[in-house]
């Protein structure tokens, strides 16, 4: 049973561009490198750009925490956090 995982950010609008472009270099290694990741997109909203979302899907619950320990998100992870406006809506979904 896969995990399917949406991480929905509001961005501050000054700090839009260094968010998507860490996202993507984050999106990029986690598909690399991350045993366990199905895909790890990065997704802007349409109607309010500085709405960005992550929508990832991961073979298990186990893949998931590893990647929150493996080096290369713990490495982007604050300037990630620089970018936002708190808080961020996470949520793990399973198939029903």
Request: glycine letters at 2%; one cysteine or more.
């Amino acid at each position: 049973m896969s995990i399917k995982v949406v991480a929905k950010h509001s961005i501050k609008p000054e700090k839009l561009d260094e968010f998507i472009k860490l996202g993507k270099q984050l999106a990029e290694s986690t598909n690399k490198e991350d045993k366990g990741c199905i895909h790890y997109q990065l997704y802007q909203d349409i109607n309010n750009p500085t709405t960005v979302s992550m929508l990832e899907e991961w073979e298990s619950m186990e893949a998931i925490e590893a990647h929150l320990k493996a080096q290369h998100f713990l490495d982007i992870l604050p300037a990630l956090r620089e970018c936002l406006i708190p808080p961020s809506d996470i949520t793990n979904y399973k198939l029903l």
